[in-house]
């Protein structure tokens, strides 16, 4: 989940130079507020382990 997030932050508000160090924190900072807000989720797409066993069989033996 904590991937999923680090993704959407790096599209959302870190798609650009940043012209000083204090720039992430305050555009992260805004971010996490706005995502928090917003009661954004992650959309599992397995609802068990065993759906994602059976799904990912090749990968995962």
Same mark, same amino acid.
């Given at each position: 989940?904590?991937?999923?997030? =680090?993704? /959407?932050?790096?599209?959302?508000?870190?798609?650009? #130079? =940043? !012209?000083?160090?204090?720039? !992430?924190? #305050?555009?992260?900072?805004? &971010?996490?507020?706005?995502?928090?807000?917003? @009661?954004?989720? /992650?959309? &599992?797409?397995? @609802?068990?382990?065993?759906?994602? #066993?059976? @799904?990912?069989?090749?990968?995962? !033996?």
């Amino acid at each position: 989940m904590a991937e999923i997030e =680090i993704g /959407v932050s790096g599209g959302q508000c870190l798609n650009r #130079r =940043i !012209p000083d160090r204090e720039e !992430p924190c #305050r555009e992260i900072t805004a &971010w996490r507020r706005d995502r928090n807000a917003a @009661k954004a989720t /992650v959309s &599992w797409r397995f @609802k068990t382990e065993d759906d994602a #066993r059976i @799904k990912l069989k090749s990968l995962y !033996p």
